[in-house]
């Protein structure tokens, strides 16, 4: 994997993508590994609660209403937010997001920030545009930290670094920690990693956050999370700059008895997060002097308009879906493109970008509903999948190679003869396309043209010699 | 990838967005509209607590335990002397302490210094902190923390490696919804659930105490009796 950061407009497709990933047997392990770890840790706590359908209705049911009255609850959050003594911002797309940020870190007199680990800012890469504008962005929560000193990319919402192991994390560190001695016990992985933030915890006098949640009652926000890195962020810093999509929002403070106990049995399996902060603006005795949250759209509201997709909006980004994935769990993260993987990431990423990059990701998917069944508000996934697949299809127009190749088939289906035609000249064509296996099975590895896309992501057998018909024929013929 | 200087006005995004949403969901909502809402929402979760009092108790040493902390009841009369013990069997002799930590539960066998906004590197140099709390919750093993006196700042608690916190019987309840509905009136101050030490998981699933918060954790729970 390179350096640079996951992109959905210039990553390869899907299929392309997995079919790399599929080869990566320690990877596969890796990720395979670590999902069932996760998935019977939540299945034990999750079975420790008789109330736990009512909690996913609650929970499906708030995130719903939220939507319903976004710009109510945004403007009440912006108000609590200001008389608390916090500043919001407000940015349409990403590059304005970009622009609000390194602002504001400029304005902070830093050139180097602290970060805590936020998929809203992988989304809108902060990472590249501080560099760009000379600051110097340290990950501090953990598997963010591999990523960012492995010049990696994040493969999992909740556990991002789930695709390496202990060997893989180690060399890492001891290359750039300039630690050639370090242990590989987990313990002396994670004594490294303190010993390393420790003494930027200290210094760096900017933080840079997400949210999980921003609520609207009292203007405060609040961070989930287990190691203390984002308490580290949240606490020391002079200046505190959160990022959070518009849909973090949720109505009030009470509401936070359902996410409480919904996110952290699904995400990692915990009764609840190590740590919970929640903070409102600023306060003159405790915490950053300045704090600011900027209130991101970028293509958010172009979801909530799509009735069917709105839905998708409703995710707390627990990961459970991707835990429970079969697809996810075969081909890891990176091969969606994007840094919201697994079943969120094949119905999140494409609307996103407003339709118009990740198109095969809808299809990233069995349609098993594992995801639909772990989510824990409730999520309908593959119906949104299926509404997405719909979508792409009349987006792409009759035109596209999928609609006019069943199209012709649709005509050939129609006659016999041309049935018949077509299956004779198929054979005669594939005859020097077709490369025998060891148990003499002749398969296509590569169709020319505008048939390329089919072969480009699996083989094809060759077509039989004798068809059914004419077995049939002979049969009837020779009495056999 | 540079900063971007092709963007829109900035002051224009937030009606925009707003503009944006209410095309959404197919108008402007309102307080009276947004509240009625959500006071029809189902909650049919579980609320309250459905254990005696002693059971709850029992259930938060456990859940405590299971998350690595060391845990030791004992009754009002005898923390400052149970603390002398902790602390002894620790080799902790300088602990910092937020203000308005009551006097009585301090044994005078140990330094303890009093946060008057100590730096974040002094207070790296501590043995550990020690605290009281505002709640608990037995249920899921966490204690809840406020800036206020005898609790202290974010960063007091955070930066130490070692932490031991009182915890009162009457201020442990059962369920999550318990604790959010006592936190409700003091809502806007800065709060901190926390569940066992510091902990991380992204070492191939093993859990690992502590990454950057403190490592060790005792609780001393205070009984209402003697
Ligand atoms: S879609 Fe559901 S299961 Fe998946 S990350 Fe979001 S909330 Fe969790």
Redesign the pocket.
């Known amino acids: 994997m390179s350096g640079s950061a996951l992109d959905p407009k210039t990553a390869p497709v899907f299929p392309i993508a997995a079919r790399t990933a599929m080869k990566d047997g320690q990877l596969r392990r890796n990720v395979r590994h670590a999902t069932d770890v996760i998935q019977a840790k939540r299945a034990r706590v999750v079975a420790e609660m008789p109330d736990w359908q009512e909690l996913r209705e609650a929970g499906k049911q708030i995130r719903q209403h939220t939507m319903e009255n976004l710009d109510f609850y945004l403007e009440e959050f912006e108000a609590n937010c200001t008389r608390a003594g916090g500043v919001v911002h407000w940015a349409r797309d990403a590059a304005e997001a970009r622009q609000i940020i390194v602002g504001l870190v400029k304005a902070s007199g830093s050139d180097e920030v602290i970060k805590i680990k936020s998929m809203t800012t992988e989304e809108i890469q902060l990472n590249s545009a501080l560099e760009a504008a000379g600051i110097h962005p340290y990950e501090t929560d953990l598997a963010e930290l591999i990523i960012q000193l492995g010049h990696d990319q994040p493969s999992h ?1 909740v556990v991002p670094a789930l695709h390496k192991n202990r060997q893989q994390i180690r060399e890492i560190f001891q290359r750039e920690m300039n630690l050639p001695k370090l242990g590989e016990r987990p313990e002396d992985l994670a004594d490294a990693a303190r010993i390393f933030l420790r003494e930027k915890f200290l210094r760096v006098k900017t933080g840079v956050s997400g949210a999980n949640f921003l609520i609207a009652e009292t203007g405060g926000v609040c961070i989930v999370e287990s190691e203390g890195n984002g308490r580290m962020c949240l606490t020391l810093p002079e200046t505190l700059i959160a990022v959070a999509g518009i849909d973090k929002v949720v109505p009030r403070f009470a509401d936070l008895e359902v996410l409480f106990q919904l996110l952290p049995r ?1 995400a990692t399996g915990e009764r609840m997060n190590p740590y919970n902060s929640i903070w409102t603006g600023v306060n003159a005795a405790d915490g950053p002097r300045a704090f600011h949250v900027v209130l991101m759209d970028n293509a958010r509201t172009e979801i909530l308009a799509d009735a069917e997709g709105r839905q998708t909006l409703n ?8 835990n429970a994935c079969p697809v996810y769990r075969q081909t890891g993260g990176h091969a969606y493109g994007s840094v919201y993987a697994g ?2 990431g094949a119905i999140l990423t494409p609307q996103l970008q407003e339709m118009h990059h990740a198109q095969s990701l809808p299809y990233a998917s069995s349609l098993c509903g594992a ?1 639909y069944e ?4 409730k ?1 309908n ?1 593959p119906e949104v999948l299926i509404h997405l697949r719909n979508k792409v299809v009349k987006q792409n127009g009759p035109l596209n190679v999928e609609a006019f190749a069943m199209k012709m088939m649709g005509m050939i289906f129609l006659s016999e003869h041309r049935f018949r035609a077509a299956q004779r000249m198929g054979r005669m064509a594939e005859a020097p396309l077709v490369r025998r296996d060891e148990k003499g099975e002749g398969w296509i590895g590569w169709l020319p043209g505008m048939l390329g896309g089919w072969t480009k992501v699996r083989d094809l057998q060759e077509m039989p010699q004798e068809t059914f018909r004419d077995w049939w024929k002979k049969r009837g013929t020779h009495g056999s | 990838m540079g900063v971007d200087t092709g963007a829109a006005p900035l002051g224009s995004a937030r009606a925009e967005i707003l503009q944006r949403i209410r095309a959404a969901t197919g108008g402007v909502s309102n307080t009276e509209v947004a509240r009625a809402g959500w006071t029809r929402l189902p909650r049919e979760y579980r609320r309250a607590a459905t254990r005696e009092r002693e059971a709850v108790l029992e259930l938060l040493e456990d859940r405590l335990r299971d998350y690595d902390a060391n845990v030791v009841r004992t009754g009002r009369d005898r923390v400052s002397a149970i603390v002398a013990k902790m602390l002894s069997e620790r080799g902790k002799t300088r602990m910092v302490v937020p203000p308005g930590i009551p006097n009585e539960w301090l044994p005078v066998v140990v330094e303890f210094v009093v946060d008057e906004g100590l730096s974040a590197a002094e207070l790296d140099r501590f043995d550990g902190v020690m605290t009281g709390s505002t709640m608990a919750i037995a249920q899921t093993g966490t204690v809840i923390l406020q800036s206020v006196p005898g609790q202290g700042r974010r960063a007091v608690t955070l930066v130490p490696d070692y932490q031991l916190c009182v915890v009162c019987e009457e201020d442990v309840v059962e369920t999550v919804p318990e604790a959010m509905a006592r936190l409700q009136e003091t809502a806007e101050l800065p709060t901190t659930f926390f569940s066992g030490p510091s902990a991380t998981a992204d070492i191939e699933m093993t859990r690992i105490k502590g990454v950057h918060g403190p490592r060790y954790l005792d609780v001393v729970l205070v009984g209402s009796g003697i």
């Open positions: 919402i699904s995710c707390i980004r627990c990961g459970a879906c991707q079943p969120i995801c772990v989510c824990p508000v999520i996934i």
